[in-house]
C-alpha cells in the first residue's frame, strides 16, 4: 500500500481482556518495528522483525505482550491480560532496511498508530 | 547501548523567531541520526538524517542540524519559524549497522502569533 496502516485507530478495552492490534507496512518493507508511546513519553521499542522473523524483540515489556508477522507483510501485536499501564498508542513501522544501514532504506515509515485504552 | 537525551519538554516562541532544539546521544560505537516530526493527529515523519559526510544537515520545511562528534550533540534549528511549525519533534539514534532506532522523549515547539 501507498502507508503504513494500522487497526484499530481507538479501542477500549476492560481490564484482563486480550486485545489484537494490527500493522499493514509499505509493500515490499522487510524491516518493521513496533513501538509504544505513553501518554507524555517518547516512543519505547518493542520489537523488530525482518522479513518473519523477530531477531530483536527485547522492549517486549512482559510474557502478556508477543507479535508475529505473516507472509512478510502483516504484523499482530496481542496483548493478553491487559492492565491498565499499557493504556498508549501503538505505532508500527516500516522500513525497506534496519535504520543502522548506510542507505536510503534505513528511513522508518509510520503509521497513525492505534490508541489503546485500558479501563 | 544508545540513549538520547532532548533537555527541552517544551520550547514556546513566537513566530518569525529562531529556534533551537537541543539533542544529545550516548554511544560507544558510531551511530546514525535522525529527526522525525509528529504533527497534531498525524503519524511521525522524518524531517532529516545524518549518515556520514557533511555535519549540517538539511531537510524539510526550513530545518537544519548539526551533528557535533566531540559533544555527542544533533541539535535541530531554523531560523524563522511559522505556526504551522507547531508539533512534537523527536531526535532519534541507531548505531551503525543495528536494527534498533532509539527516540528521545520528544520535544514540543508552540509556535505562537
Known amino acids: 500500500g501507498a502507508g503504513v496502516s494500522q487497526s484499530p485507530s481507538n479501542k477500549v478495552t476492560e481490564k484482563g481482556k486480550d486485545v489484537e492490534l494490527r500493522c499493514d507496512p509499505i509493500s515490499g518493507h522487510t524491516a518493521l518495528y513496533w513501538y509504544r508511546q505513553r501518554l507524555g513519553q517518547g516512543l519505547e521499542f518493542l520489537i523488530y522483525f525482518q522479513g518473519n522473523s523477530a531477531p530483536d524483540k527485547s522492549g517486549l515489556p512482559s510474557d502478556r505482550f508477543s507479535a508475529e508477522r505473516t507472509g512478510e507483510s502483516v504484523s499482530t501485536l496481542t496483548i493478553q491480560r491487559t492492565q491498565q499501564e499499557d493504556s498508549a498508542v501503538y505505532l508500527c513501522?516500516?522500513?525497506?532496511?534496519?535504520?543502522?544501514?548506510?542507505?536510503?532504506?534505513?528511513?522508518?515509515?509510520f503509521g497513525a498508530g492505534s490508541r489503546l485504552t485500558v479501563l | 547501548a544508545q540513549s538520547v537525551t532532548q533537555l527541552d519538554s517544551q520550547v514556546p516562541v513566537f513566530e518569525e523567531a529562531p529556534v533551537e532544539l537541543r539533542c544529545n546521544y550516548s554511544?560507544?560505537?558510531?551511530?546514525?541520526l535522525f529527526w522525525y516530526v509528529q504533527y497534531p493527529n498525524q503519524g511521525l515523519q522524518l524531517l532529516l538524517k545524518?549518515?556520514?559526510?557533511?555535519?549540517l544537515v538539511k531537510g524539510i520545511n526550513g530545518f537544519e542540524a548539526e551533528f557535533n562528534k566531540s559533544q555527542t550533540s544533533f541539535h535541530l534549528r531554523k531560523p524563522s519559524v511559522h505556526i504551522s511549525d507547531t508539533a512534537e519533534y523527536f531526535c532519534?539514534?541507531?548505531?551503525?549497522?543495528?536494527?534498533?532506532?532509539?527516540f528521545g522523549a520528544g520535544t514540543i515547539l508552540r509556535v505562537k502569533s
Open positions: 554511544s560507544s560505537v558510531s551511530v546514525y
Open positions: 513501522a516500516s522500513s525497506l532496511g534496519p535504520p543502522g544501514y548506510s542507505s536510503g532504506a534505513n528511513v522508518l515509515t
Open positions: 545524518y549518515l556520514s559526510g557533511s555535519t
Open positions: 532519534a539514534v541507531s548505531v551503525r549497522g543495528g536494527n534498533k532506532l532509539v
